[in-house]
């Protein structure tokens, strides 16, 4: 992991097409500003591991005896 010190308006560049500026800095909340192309996917960290979490708890309620009937379909 790399790790760097910005102040305010200084900015990071990675892969020369994101640029990630910190914006303020107040009361310990940093807010930065992500500038990428639109195919570039930014998701808070937070928000990735619930949905990770949200799909392991969906896939465990998956009814056992449709997948032994799925199974046996294709299995022949």
């Not at 940093?30 to 808070?44: F, H, N, Q, W």
């Amino acid at each position: 992991m790399l790790i760097l010190s910005r102040k305010v308006d200084e900015s990071i560049v990675i892969n020369d097409n994101i640029t990630v500026k910190v914006v303020s800095v107040d009361k310990g909340v940093v807010k930065l500003g992500i500038d990428a192309p639109s195919e570039v996917m930014i998701l808070r960290h937070e928000l990735v591991k619930a949905v990770e979490a949200s799909n392991k708890e969906a896939s465990s309620h998956i009814d056992d005896t449709i997948l032994n009937q799925f199974y046996k379909k294709f299995k022949k």
